[in-house]
């Protein structure tokens, strides 16, 4: 039986669907669309499909992102290879990365490469062209998925198709073209031989190596040698910064597919698109997320505490508040603890330029929420003033945190729920309900929550500078940065 390895590439920042997707915690991570986080929902994605030995899935992500992509595959109980890019590089040395990795631990597995981001409705018939398609890999194909366009959509790139392939639902692919306007994305929706690209593709290992191997050599050489060079981290693979920093940012499509599309070089894997009608979104934009989910008669998408009057066609989301919306039409509402979000469902690509805006002042809602994960849990910035911040901080069991001194500020713990294991210079001593303690400047410190219950405390900070930059680390079991 052969076997299928899933390559969910998780890069991306997503920051169209600010505020609840943000730098440090971008859209992937997110519930948007079901209980699952869309990372989590690409997982299960290819679970149940017949006749293939399904691996255990391969994620390739920033090094920002890990602790929590870790977390959320261990809370479905599922096991995985996750590499850690030391930089972007976009979606081909990313690939080649994966391939090697696969290699590695299979005998030439097929790789289905999945966006992490991406929403896919009907599951069922998604797998009914991954069967299509995995026949096609299995004669060395390349194979890519287009979505059957069923609107004028200029935030998509097309792939046109050829000439329809022999005893296969699958066509030769004729071009790719970039983002149309909105005249050309109409005359390719009246031509009917144009699909929106997915950036969903399917081939063997060795396939795509061959293939990146022929259009851009120093590409796998590069990640080669970064890959030999990496390390085992815990839960993840570190590859070689300096090697894989020699790539060039290249997609997977300006890397190999468009070079397949034109023919030029005879070596190179065939390629072939299957059609997609399986309810496919990139939720590029909140736009996208209204059109995916489930609405009332009016057109409304309601999520979290909303209440609607006389409205039409708006997406409205509360994250921890009552929202009211009352004869508004064509909407975004989006409400979070530290920002809300008001646009018109014609103008939500613009949300870019109010993070771009964000980041120009240095505010740090364009990249943080209020709540920040960590690996050992997270923490909640409850207020803050001049001199002083609280923060709500919850130790998941058998966690610790750094073992860690501040120069500028002094920190009061106060536990409300479970016990505190507290390090303070050469002391050591627990901390429970209704108890506190102090840690003056400059005094080396840890938390652990030794308990088999979250810990939940409050922590008041005071002093001249409350940057989360001003952490000095002596040892730290997540192997986080010292300063």
């Known amino acids: 039986m052969h076997t299928l390895i899933p390559v969910i ?15 440090k915690h971008p859209k992937q991570l997110l519930t948007l669309v079901s209980d699952d986080s869309l990372l989590q929902a690409t997982v299960r994605r290819m679970d149940g499909l017949d006749d293939i030995n399904i691996a255990d899935p391969v994620v390739v992500c920033n090094e920002e992102y890990r602790f929590v992509i870790a977390e959320q595959l261990r809370m479905m109980g599922r096991k995985s290879t996750i590499l850690l890019e030391p930089s972007g590089r976009n979606t081909a040395p990313a690939l080649t990365i994966a391939a090697l990795s696969a290699l590695h631990q299979n005998d030439d597995p097929i790789l289905l490469i999945m966006p992490s981001d991406h929403v896919i409705v009907d599951t069922d018939a998604f797998k009914q062209s991954v069967q299509q398609g995995i026949q096609l890999a299995l004669k060395g ?4 998925f287009g979505v059957t366009p069923d609107k004028p959509e200029t935030g998509y790139g097309y792939i046109q198709t050829g000439d329809k392939l022999t005893g296969a639902d699958a066509y030769n692919i004729a071009r790719f073209v970039e983002k149309p306007d909105t005249a050309t994305a109409q005359a390719y929706l009246e031509a009917g031989s144009f699909l929106w690209n997915s950036g969903l593709f399917l081939m063997h290992a060795s396939i795509w190596l061959q293939a990146i191997e022929l259009c851009h050599p120093k590409i796998l050489s590069a990640c080669r040698t970064a890959w030999h060079g990496g390390s085992t981290d815990g839960d993840f693979i570190r590859v070689e910064k300096t090697a894989f920093e020699q790539c060039i940012s290249k997609s997977i499509d300006y890397a190999v597919m ?19 009608a399986v309810g496919w979104s990139d939720v590029g934009a909140w736009d996208s997320l209204w059109h995916v989910l489930p609405k009332d008669s009016g057109g409304n998408v309601t999520q979290g505490d909303v209440l609607m009057h006389e409205c039409k066609n708006t997406l409205a989301i509360s994250e921890s508040r009552l929202v009211t919306c009352i004869g508004i039409e064509n909407t975004i509402v989006v409400e979070t603890p530290d920002a809300i979000l008001v646009a018109h ?10 993070v771009d805006s964000l980041k120009e002042t240095g505010r740090s809602e364009s990249h943080l929420h209020r709540k920040v994960f960590r690996p050992w849990g997270w923490y909640d910035g409850v207020d803050s003033g001049e001199r002083f911040q609280v923060k709500r901080i919850v130790v998941k069991p058998g966690a610790a945190l750094s073992l860690q001194m501040h120069h500028h500020r002094a920190e009061h713990w106060i536990v409300v729920r479970g016990t505190a294991r507290v390090t303070r210079d050469e002391e050591s001593f627990l901390v429970t309900e209704n108890e506190s303690t102090y840690i003056p400047v400059g005094t080396r410190h840890r938390l652990e929550n030794p308990g088999r219950v979250p810990l939940e405390m409050i922590e008041v900070q ?22």
């Open 141 to 144: 194909f390349i194979v890519t």
């Open 258 to 276: 468009e070079h397949i599309a034109l023919g030029q070089n005879p070596q190179l894997p065939a390629g072939a698109v299957i059609p997609l």
């Open 345 to 354: 469902k014609d103008q939500t690509q613009d949300v870019k330029k109010i």
């Open 9 to 23: 590439l998780s890069g991306g920042s997503g920051t169209r669907l600010w505020p609840l997707s943000r730098e």
């Open 462 to 483: 005071s002093g001249s500078y409350l940057g989360e930059d001003d952490i000095v680390r002596f040892e730290d079991v997540y192997g986080r940065d010292k300063s």
